[in-house]
């Protein structure tokens, strides 16, 4: 075997080691997929406004009304022109 040949055996050898040990370290993959679960969308905050104004015939005057509608973090989150403005909500145009 040539040196060039051992070399890309190891890289290879070490890719898949790390490959696997990432596939395997489910902890962390767990708490990964719990932040972001724990976290609202857009369209839930925006979702939680119509249902909102339904039960109150009013736009809510502060994002912390629509807490009871939610579950998630809702921090990143403000209310602009009655619609939710924040991490993956369209810019407003």
Known sequence: MNLSEVMVAA???LGVVGTSYAAFN???LTDR???VA???TCRAVD???LAYVAA???PPKRIADLRPYLRGDISGYRLV???AA???CPAAG
């Open 38 to 40: 724990g976290v609202a």
């Open 56 to 58: 109150h015939d009013a």
């Open 86 to 88: 924040g991490p993956g």
């Open 26 to 28: 489910t902890d962390a």
């Open 33 to 35: 997929a719990q932040t």
């Open 11 to 13: 890289t290879v050898t």
């Open 81 to 83: 022109q009655g619609r």
């Open 47 to 49: 979702q939680a406004v």
